[in-house]
Protein backbone atom coordinates (compact mmCIF):
# COMPACT_ATOMS: atom_id res chain seq x y z
CA UNK A 1 0.00 0.00 0.00
CA UNK A 2 1.20 3.23 -0.87
CA UNK A 3 1.47 5.08 2.73
CA UNK A 4 -0.44 8.47 1.79
CA UNK A 5 -3.32 6.89 1.11
CA UNK A 6 -3.38 6.08 5.09
CA UNK A 7 -4.40 10.20 5.18
CA UNK A 8 -7.17 11.89 4.59
CA UNK A 9 -7.03 15.43 4.67
CA UNK A 10 -10.19 17.97 5.74
CA UNK A 11 -10.85 20.59 3.26
CA UNK A 12 -12.81 23.88 4.78
CA UNK A 13 -14.54 26.05 1.67
CA UNK A 14 -13.38 29.65 2.20
CA UNK A 15 -9.83 28.26 4.42
CA UNK A 16 -8.44 25.66 2.54
CA UNK A 17 -6.49 26.50 -0.49
CA UNK A 18 -7.65 24.49 -3.58
CA UNK A 19 -4.15 24.33 -4.81
CA UNK A 20 -2.85 22.59 -1.83
CA UNK A 21 -6.00 19.92 -1.78
CA UNK A 22 -5.17 19.18 -5.53
CA UNK A 23 -1.30 18.55 -4.65
CA UNK A 24 -2.78 16.88 -1.87
CA UNK A 25 -4.60 14.69 -4.51
CA UNK A 26 -1.85 14.26 -6.58
CA UNK A 27 -0.02 12.61 -3.82
CA UNK A 28 -2.17 10.09 -3.33
CA UNK A 29 -4.27 10.38 -0.11
CA UNK A 30 -6.41 8.30 0.35
CA UNK A 31 -9.63 10.74 0.89
CA UNK A 32 -11.01 14.13 1.72
CA UNK A 33 -13.30 15.30 4.30
CA UNK A 34 -15.41 18.24 3.39
CA UNK A 35 -16.30 21.05 5.81
CA UNK A 36 -18.77 23.89 4.71
CA UNK A 37 -19.42 25.09 0.71
CA UNK A 38 -22.50 25.33 -1.35
CA UNK A 39 -24.35 22.93 -3.03
CA UNK A 40 -22.17 24.17 -6.27
CA UNK A 41 -18.73 24.35 -4.69
CA UNK A 42 -18.98 20.64 -3.37
CA UNK A 43 -19.88 19.25 -6.20
CA UNK A 44 -17.21 20.87 -8.36
CA UNK A 45 -14.27 20.00 -5.52
CA UNK A 46 -15.38 17.07 -5.35
CA UNK A 47 -14.95 16.19 -9.00
CA UNK A 48 -11.53 18.35 -9.10
CA UNK A 49 -9.97 15.91 -6.36
CA UNK A 50 -11.06 12.59 -8.29
CA UNK A 51 -9.94 13.88 -11.45
CA UNK A 52 -6.52 14.97 -9.75
CA UNK A 53 -6.25 11.88 -7.89
CA UNK A 54 -3.80 8.90 -9.61
CA UNK A 55 -5.98 6.65 -7.48
CA UNK A 56 -8.85 4.62 -9.09
CA UNK A 57 -11.01 5.52 -6.20
CA UNK A 58 -10.45 7.87 -3.26
CA UNK A 59 -13.59 8.46 -0.62
CA UNK A 60 -14.63 11.80 0.30
CA UNK A 61 -16.31 11.85 3.62
CA UNK A 62 -18.49 14.74 5.54
CA UNK A 63 -19.94 15.12 9.15
CA UNK A 64 -23.56 15.25 7.41
CA UNK A 65 -25.33 14.49 10.89
CA UNK A 66 -28.64 16.51 10.77
CA UNK A 67 -28.46 16.48 6.32
CA UNK A 68 -26.31 18.66 4.69
CA UNK A 69 -27.96 21.75 6.27
CA UNK A 70 -25.69 21.67 9.07
CA UNK A 71 -22.74 22.90 6.81
CA UNK A 72 -24.67 24.35 3.52
CA UNK A 73 -26.48 27.03 3.68
CA UNK A 74 -28.37 26.01 0.44
CA UNK A 75 -29.64 22.49 1.92
CA UNK A 76 -32.29 22.03 4.41
CA UNK A 77 -31.01 21.32 8.01
CA UNK A 78 -33.16 17.87 8.78
CA UNK A 79 -33.96 17.02 12.50
CA UNK A 80 -31.70 16.08 14.93
CA UNK A 81 -31.17 12.91 16.57
CA UNK A 82 -32.49 13.92 19.83
CA UNK A 83 -35.28 14.96 17.79
CA UNK A 84 -35.87 11.83 16.31
CA UNK A 85 -35.15 9.92 20.16
CA UNK A 86 -38.31 12.22 21.12
CA UNK A 87 -40.65 11.13 18.33
CA UNK A 88 -39.32 7.58 18.54
CA UNK A 89 -39.87 7.06 15.13
CA UNK A 90 -37.91 4.27 13.13
CA UNK A 91 -39.53 5.40 9.66
CA UNK A 92 -38.05 9.19 10.25
CA UNK A 93 -34.88 7.73 11.53
CA UNK A 94 -34.50 5.54 7.89
CA UNK A 95 -36.17 8.96 6.04
CA UNK A 96 -33.70 10.86 7.36
CA UNK A 97 -30.57 8.46 6.16
CA UNK A 98 -31.97 8.16 2.86
CA UNK A 99 -32.42 11.90 2.48
CA UNK A 100 -28.72 12.64 3.94
CA UNK A 101 -27.34 9.79 1.74
CA UNK A 102 -28.90 10.68 -1.40
CA UNK A 103 -28.20 14.78 -1.52
CA UNK A 104 -24.71 14.06 -0.12
CA UNK A 105 -24.26 11.13 -3.30
CA UNK A 106 -25.30 13.97 -5.75
CA UNK A 107 -22.55 16.04 -5.13
CA UNK A 108 -19.83 13.75 -4.97
CA UNK A 109 -19.52 13.06 -1.28
CA UNK A 110 -20.07 9.14 -0.59
CA UNK A 111 -19.18 8.87 3.22
CA UNK A 112 -21.18 10.41 6.25
CA UNK A 113 -19.36 10.53 9.48
CA UNK A 114 -22.99 9.30 11.15
CA UNK A 115 -24.59 8.15 13.16
CA UNK A 116 -23.59 9.04 16.79
CA UNK A 117 -23.99 6.52 18.82
CA UNK A 118 -23.17 8.57 22.24
CA UNK A 119 -25.93 8.37 24.93
CA UNK A 120 -26.92 11.92 25.78
CA UNK A 121 -26.94 11.22 29.86
CA UNK A 122 -24.51 13.98 30.64
CA UNK A 123 -25.81 17.67 30.73
CA UNK A 124 -22.91 19.41 30.76
CA UNK A 125 -21.54 17.21 27.77
CA UNK A 126 -20.90 20.06 25.39
CA UNK A 127 -19.87 18.42 22.25
CA UNK A 128 -23.15 15.45 22.13
CA UNK A 129 -26.26 16.86 23.46
CA UNK A 130 -28.91 16.81 20.32
CA UNK A 131 -26.55 14.90 18.15
CA UNK A 132 -27.25 12.11 20.19
CA UNK A 133 -30.32 9.54 20.13
CA UNK A 134 -31.45 9.66 23.89
CA UNK A 135 -30.00 8.65 26.81
CA UNK A 136 -31.05 4.96 26.55
CA UNK A 137 -28.85 2.73 24.59
CA UNK A 138 -31.90 0.79 23.26
CA UNK A 139 -33.41 3.81 22.02
CA UNK A 140 -30.41 4.72 20.62
CA UNK A 141 -29.83 1.27 19.07
CA UNK A 142 -33.19 0.91 17.42
CA UNK A 143 -33.20 4.74 15.68
CA UNK A 144 -29.85 4.44 14.92
CA UNK A 145 -30.10 1.35 12.78
CA UNK A 146 -32.70 2.66 11.06
CA UNK A 147 -30.85 5.76 10.21
CA UNK A 148 -28.05 3.32 8.67
CA UNK A 149 -30.07 1.34 6.88
CA UNK A 150 -31.78 4.55 5.04
CA UNK A 151 -27.98 5.72 4.40
CA UNK A 152 -27.53 2.46 2.90
CA UNK A 153 -30.09 2.45 0.47
CA UNK A 154 -29.43 5.90 -0.68
CA UNK A 155 -25.81 4.34 -1.65
CA UNK A 156 -24.03 6.12 1.27
CA UNK A 157 -21.29 4.39 3.48
CA UNK A 158 -21.86 4.90 7.41
CA UNK A 159 -19.36 5.41 10.40
CA UNK A 160 -20.59 4.47 13.62
CA UNK A 161 -19.42 7.22 16.41
CA UNK A 162 -17.10 7.99 18.75
CA UNK A 163 -15.86 4.33 20.14
CA UNK A 164 -15.99 3.94 22.68
CA UNK A 165 -18.94 6.36 23.95
CA UNK A 166 -18.03 10.16 24.03
CA UNK A 167 -21.92 10.48 26.38
CA UNK A 168 -20.23 10.76 29.85
CA UNK A 169 -17.81 13.60 29.81
CA UNK A 170 -17.59 17.33 30.33
CA UNK A 171 -15.12 18.11 27.96
CA UNK A 172 -14.96 18.66 24.17
CA UNK A 173 -12.35 16.61 22.75
CA UNK A 174 -11.64 19.13 19.76
CA UNK A 175 -10.24 21.60 22.83
CA UNK A 176 -8.74 19.28 25.49
CA UNK A 177 -8.51 15.36 26.56
CA UNK A 178 -12.24 14.48 27.86
CA UNK A 179 -12.31 11.68 30.38
CA UNK A 180 -14.48 9.10 30.35
CA UNK A 181 -14.95 8.10 34.63
CA UNK A 182 -17.12 4.87 33.63
CA UNK A 183 -16.59 1.63 35.39
CA UNK A 184 -16.10 -1.77 32.55
CA UNK A 185 -19.93 -2.77 34.10
CA UNK A 186 -21.39 0.84 33.10
CA UNK A 187 -19.27 0.56 29.63
CA UNK A 188 -20.57 -3.04 29.25
CA UNK A 189 -24.70 -1.51 30.04
CA UNK A 190 -24.92 0.99 28.49
CA UNK A 191 -22.05 3.47 26.35
CA UNK A 192 -20.86 0.03 24.62
CA UNK A 193 -24.62 -1.13 23.93
CA UNK A 194 -25.32 0.46 21.05
CA UNK A 195 -21.68 -0.40 19.42
CA UNK A 196 -22.08 -3.85 19.80
CA UNK A 197 -25.81 -3.85 18.31
CA UNK A 198 -24.88 -2.08 15.52
CA UNK A 199 -21.07 -3.20 14.45
CA UNK A 200 -22.81 -6.06 11.72
CA UNK A 201 -23.95 -2.44 9.92
CA UNK A 202 -20.54 -0.67 10.04
CA UNK A 203 -18.92 0.77 7.34
CA UNK A 204 -16.63 1.87 9.61
CA UNK A 205 -15.94 2.51 13.32
CA UNK A 206 -14.65 5.89 14.49
CA UNK A 207 -12.84 6.17 17.88
CA UNK A 208 -12.95 9.27 19.69
CA UNK A 209 -10.03 11.02 21.55
CA UNK A 210 -11.22 10.05 24.90
CA UNK A 211 -9.01 8.85 27.75
CA UNK A 212 -11.28 5.79 29.24
CA UNK A 213 -9.08 4.61 32.30
CA UNK A 214 -11.57 1.10 32.78
CA UNK A 215 -10.20 0.19 29.47
CA UNK A 216 -6.78 1.67 29.76
CA UNK A 217 -4.93 3.65 31.69
CA UNK A 218 -2.69 5.65 29.54
CA UNK A 219 -3.39 6.03 25.78
CA UNK A 220 -6.57 7.93 24.55
CA UNK A 221 -9.46 5.01 22.52
CA UNK A 222 -8.33 6.50 19.53
CA UNK A 223 -4.29 5.76 20.20
CA UNK A 224 -4.71 2.42 22.54
CA UNK A 225 -4.26 -0.91 20.92
CA UNK A 226 -6.09 -2.15 23.84
CA UNK A 227 -9.12 -0.49 23.14
CA UNK A 228 -8.51 -0.78 19.13
CA UNK A 229 -7.14 -4.17 18.62
CA UNK A 230 -8.45 -5.53 21.92
CA UNK A 231 -11.63 -4.67 22.54
CA UNK A 232 -13.18 -3.42 19.39
CA UNK A 233 -11.29 -6.13 16.78
CA UNK A 234 -11.19 -9.35 19.17
CA UNK A 235 -13.31 -8.92 21.72
CA UNK A 236 -16.23 -7.55 19.88
CA UNK A 237 -15.37 -9.05 16.41
CA UNK A 238 -15.38 -6.36 13.95
CA UNK A 239 -13.84 -7.10 11.10
CA UNK A 240 -14.21 -3.54 9.12
CA UNK A 241 -12.60 0.03 8.63
CA UNK A 242 -11.21 1.72 11.67
CA UNK A 243 -10.63 5.74 11.51
CA UNK A 244 -9.54 8.08 13.76
CA UNK A 245 -11.75 11.08 14.82
CA UNK A 246 -10.20 14.24 13.20
CA UNK A 247 -6.44 14.88 14.22
CA UNK A 248 -6.50 18.63 14.38
CA UNK A 249 -8.36 18.39 17.61
CA UNK A 250 -6.77 19.29 20.69
CA UNK A 251 -7.49 16.67 22.87
CA UNK A 252 -3.76 14.96 21.22
CA UNK A 253 -0.74 16.84 21.79
CA UNK A 254 1.65 15.75 19.11
CA UNK A 255 -0.16 15.19 15.60
CA UNK A 256 2.45 13.00 13.92
CA UNK A 257 3.33 11.15 17.21
CA UNK A 258 -0.41 10.47 17.49
CA UNK A 259 -1.47 9.76 14.21
CA UNK A 260 1.32 6.98 14.22
CA UNK A 261 0.48 5.53 17.54
CA UNK A 262 -3.10 5.24 15.81
CA UNK A 263 -2.03 3.35 13.17
CA UNK A 264 0.09 1.28 15.17
CA UNK A 265 -2.69 0.69 17.84
CA UNK A 266 -5.34 -0.97 14.44
CA UNK A 267 -6.69 2.28 12.85
CA UNK A 268 -6.92 1.89 8.91
CA UNK A 269 -7.57 5.85 8.13
CA UNK A 270 -5.77 9.01 9.85
CA UNK A 271 -8.31 11.73 9.47
CA UNK A 272 -8.00 15.23 8.99
CA UNK A 273 -4.52 16.38 10.20
CA UNK A 274 -3.98 19.78 10.96
CA UNK A 275 -0.71 19.43 8.52
CA UNK A 276 -0.97 17.06 6.17
CA UNK A 277 1.76 17.83 4.25
CA UNK A 278 4.33 17.12 7.53
CA UNK A 279 2.27 14.44 8.70
CA UNK A 280 2.72 12.59 4.59
CA UNK A 281 6.38 13.28 4.98
CA UNK A 282 7.00 12.11 8.87
CA UNK A 283 5.11 8.57 8.15
CA UNK A 284 7.67 7.91 5.19
CA UNK A 285 10.56 8.24 7.74
CA UNK A 286 9.16 6.15 10.41
CA UNK A 287 8.99 2.22 10.15
CA UNK A 288 5.19 0.99 9.40
CA UNK A 289 4.17 -2.77 9.65
CA UNK A 290 3.51 -4.05 6.38
CA UNK A 291 0.71 -6.48 7.59
CA UNK A 292 -0.89 -3.39 8.76
CA UNK A 293 -0.51 -1.48 5.86
CA UNK A 294 -1.70 -4.77 3.82
CA UNK A 295 -4.74 -4.21 5.96
CA UNK A 296 -5.45 -0.40 5.82
CA UNK A 297 -5.34 -0.91 2.23
CA UNK A 298 -7.70 -4.13 1.95
CA UNK A 299 -9.73 -1.86 4.44
CA UNK A 300 -10.29 1.26 2.16
CA UNK A 301 -10.33 -0.67 -1.19
CA UNK A 302 -13.61 -2.53 0.14
CA UNK A 303 -14.69 0.74 1.00
CA UNK A 304 -14.39 2.15 -2.26
CA UNK A 305 -16.27 -1.13 -3.96
CA UNK A 306 -19.15 -0.28 -1.51
CA UNK A 307 -19.42 3.34 -2.19
CA UNK A 308 -20.18 2.73 -6.01
CA UNK A 309 -22.60 0.18 -5.34
CA UNK A 310 -25.68 2.25 -5.71
CA UNK A 311 -25.37 5.22 -8.67
CA UNK A 312 -25.86 8.94 -7.21
CA UNK A 313 -29.19 11.13 -8.14
CA UNK A 314 -29.40 13.95 -10.11
CA UNK A 315 -28.60 16.96 -7.67
CA UNK A 316 -32.50 18.44 -9.21
CA UNK A 317 -33.76 14.23 -7.93
CA UNK A 318 -31.77 14.55 -4.71
CA UNK A 319 -32.74 17.99 -3.61
CA UNK A 320 -36.39 18.11 -4.71
CA UNK A 321 -39.10 19.81 -1.58
CA UNK A 322 -40.07 17.81 0.69
CA UNK A 323 -42.27 17.88 3.96
CA UNK A 324 -40.33 14.96 6.10
CA UNK A 325 -39.14 17.81 8.45
CA UNK A 326 -42.19 18.89 8.81
CA UNK A 327 -43.29 15.89 9.69
CA UNK A 328 -40.88 15.19 11.95
CA UNK A 329 -41.79 18.18 14.06
CA UNK A 330 -45.00 17.43 14.36
CA UNK A 331 -43.92 14.01 16.01
CA UNK A 332 -41.08 15.51 18.25
CA UNK A 333 -42.30 18.58 19.38
CA UNK A 334 -42.45 18.08 23.53
CA UNK A 335 -44.18 19.94 26.06
CA UNK A 336 -44.06 20.06 30.09
CA UNK A 337 -46.29 22.50 32.21
CA UNK A 338 -49.05 23.52 31.34
CA UNK A 339 -50.20 25.00 28.22
CA UNK A 340 -50.21 28.45 26.89
CA UNK A 341 -51.53 29.22 23.66
CA UNK A 342 -52.10 32.19 21.38
CA UNK A 343 -54.91 33.57 19.45
CA UNK A 344 -55.63 35.70 16.76
CA UNK A 345 -55.59 39.32 17.86
CA UNK A 346 -53.34 39.02 20.34
CA UNK A 347 -49.79 40.33 21.56
CA UNK A 348 -47.19 38.53 22.33
CA UNK A 349 -43.14 39.60 23.61
CA UNK A 350 -40.17 37.43 22.30
CA UNK A 351 -36.89 37.73 24.21
CA UNK A 352 -33.66 35.20 23.13
CA UNK A 353 -31.14 34.08 25.11
CA UNK A 354 -28.43 31.71 24.28
CA UNK A 355 -28.15 32.73 20.37
CA UNK A 356 -24.24 33.70 20.08
CA UNK A 357 -24.35 31.91 16.32
CA UNK A 358 -27.15 34.90 15.00
CA UNK A 359 -29.72 32.20 14.30
CA UNK A 360 -32.99 34.07 12.54
CA UNK A 361 -36.23 33.33 14.87
CA UNK A 362 -37.88 34.95 11.29
CA UNK A 363 -39.48 31.56 10.64
CA UNK A 364 -40.98 31.50 14.12
CA UNK A 365 -42.44 34.85 14.39
CA UNK A 366 -43.95 35.17 10.51
CA UNK A 367 -45.47 31.80 11.43
CA UNK A 368 -47.02 33.60 14.35
CA UNK A 369 -48.15 36.89 12.32
CA UNK A 370 -49.48 34.73 9.38
CA UNK A 371 -51.54 32.88 12.65
CA UNK A 372 -52.93 36.80 13.17
CA UNK A 373 -50.78 37.10 16.39
CA UNK A 374 -48.80 40.33 17.24
CA UNK A 375 -45.25 40.39 18.00
CA UNK A 376 -44.14 43.61 19.69
CA UNK A 377 -41.19 45.32 19.93
CA UNK A 378 -38.87 44.46 22.62
CA UNK A 379 -39.71 46.27 26.26
CA UNK A 380 -43.19 47.14 25.04
CA UNK A 381 -46.30 45.30 27.15
CA UNK A 382 -47.66 42.28 25.56
CA UNK A 383 -50.52 39.90 26.62
CA UNK A 384 -47.86 37.26 26.77
CA UNK A 385 -44.40 35.98 26.49
CA UNK A 386 -42.27 33.69 25.00
CA UNK A 387 -38.92 33.34 25.55
CA UNK A 388 -36.72 31.36 22.95
CA UNK A 389 -33.57 29.64 24.29
CA UNK A 390 -30.84 29.02 21.10
CA UNK A 391 -27.95 27.55 22.91
CA UNK A 392 -26.75 23.69 20.81
CA UNK A 393 -23.37 21.93 20.70
CA UNK A 394 -20.83 24.04 18.62
CA UNK A 395 -17.03 22.47 18.17
CA UNK A 396 -14.26 23.98 19.86
CA UNK A 397 -16.74 25.97 21.82
CA UNK A 398 -16.29 24.26 25.10
CA UNK A 399 -19.56 24.76 26.62
CA UNK A 400 -23.73 24.30 26.22
CA UNK A 401 -24.77 25.72 29.35
CA UNK A 402 -26.49 29.55 29.53
CA UNK A 403 -24.12 32.14 31.08
CA UNK A 404 -25.38 33.84 34.22
CA UNK A 405 -25.97 37.03 32.49
CA UNK A 406 -28.23 35.29 29.85
CA UNK A 407 -30.04 33.10 32.75
CA UNK A 408 -30.70 36.74 34.76
CA UNK A 409 -31.96 38.46 31.47
CA UNK A 410 -34.02 35.30 30.56
CA UNK A 411 -35.63 34.75 34.81
CA UNK A 412 -36.53 38.41 34.50
CA UNK A 413 -38.65 38.18 31.70
CA UNK A 414 -40.43 35.15 32.70
CA UNK A 415 -41.27 36.84 36.27
CA UNK A 416 -42.66 39.96 34.59
CA UNK A 417 -45.28 37.55 32.45
CA UNK A 418 -47.33 34.87 34.33
CA UNK A 419 -48.51 33.89 31.17
CA UNK A 420 -45.35 32.64 29.43
CA UNK A 421 -43.82 29.63 27.84
CA UNK A 422 -40.15 28.75 26.82
CA UNK A 423 -39.19 27.21 23.81
CA UNK A 424 -35.94 25.07 24.38
CA UNK A 425 -34.58 24.95 20.32
CA UNK A 426 -31.58 22.89 20.82
CA UNK A 427 -30.05 21.82 24.49
CA UNK A 428 -32.82 20.68 26.30
CA UNK A 429 -30.92 20.66 29.07
CA UNK A 430 -30.81 25.04 29.22
CA UNK A 431 -34.31 24.97 29.58
CA UNK A 432 -34.07 23.53 33.29
CA UNK A 433 -31.30 26.73 34.09
CA UNK A 434 -34.59 29.29 33.49
CA UNK A 435 -36.56 27.42 35.64
CA UNK A 436 -40.11 28.48 33.36
CA UNK A 437 -43.30 27.18 34.48
CA UNK A 438 -43.91 25.84 30.82
CA UNK A 439 -41.71 24.65 28.58
CA UNK A 440 -41.76 23.31 24.50
CA UNK A 441 -38.74 21.25 23.38
CA UNK A 442 -37.98 21.34 19.94
CA UNK A 443 -34.69 20.05 19.93
CA UNK A 444 -33.64 21.55 16.96
CA UNK A 445 -33.47 25.64 16.05
CA UNK A 446 -34.31 24.69 11.86
CA UNK A 447 -36.72 26.58 10.22
CA UNK A 448 -39.00 23.50 9.95
CA UNK A 449 -39.45 23.46 13.89
CA UNK A 450 -39.12 27.02 14.30
CA UNK A 451 -42.67 27.38 12.19
CA UNK A 452 -44.21 24.01 14.05
CA UNK A 453 -43.22 25.75 17.52
CA UNK A 454 -45.32 28.60 16.14
CA UNK A 455 -48.59 26.43 14.73
CA UNK A 456 -48.48 24.66 18.11
CA UNK A 457 -48.90 27.66 19.96
CA UNK A 458 -52.00 28.96 17.91
CA UNK A 459 -53.36 25.46 18.49
CA UNK A 460 -53.28 23.42 14.80
CA UNK A 461 -51.76 20.30 16.09
CA UNK A 462 -50.57 18.66 19.89
CA UNK A 463 -47.41 17.85 20.15
CA UNK A 464 -46.54 14.18 20.17
CA UNK A 465 -43.13 13.66 21.62
CA UNK A 466 -41.55 12.65 24.85
CA UNK A 467 -38.39 13.70 26.16
CA UNK A 468 -35.62 10.91 25.30
CA UNK A 469 -33.25 12.00 28.10
CA UNK A 470 -33.37 12.72 31.77
CA UNK A 471 -33.68 16.39 33.16
Not at 75 to 100: M, Q, R, V, Y
Not at 114 to 120: G, K, N, Q, T, W
Request: glycine share 8%; aromatic share 6%.
Amino acid sequence: MKINRLVHPGFWFGKTAPEDALKLARLGVGGFCLYGGTRQQVAELTHSLREASPLKKILISADYEDGLGRWLPDAELLPSNLALGAANDENLAFEKGLLTARQAKSLGVDWVFAPVLDLADCPQNPIVNTRSFGADPQLVSRLARAFIKGLAKGGALNSIKHFPGHGNTSTDSHMAMPTVPSSVAHLQTHELVPFKNLLPLADSVMVGHLLVPALDEESLASLSAKIISGLLKTKLGYKGCVVTDALCMKALGDEKQAALAAFRAGAHILLVPENPFELLEFLHQVPLNKTLLDEAERQQDSLCERADIIPALTEEEAFQPMAFATRAAQKALTWLGPKMSLKPGQTVQIVEVGNDENLSSAPFINALRQGGVTVVNPGERADKLVVLCWRRYQAFKGKIALDPAEIARGKTALKQYPAHLLIALANPWAAKQLNASSTLFTFSPAPSFQRAAAECLLGKFFPQGHLPIIL
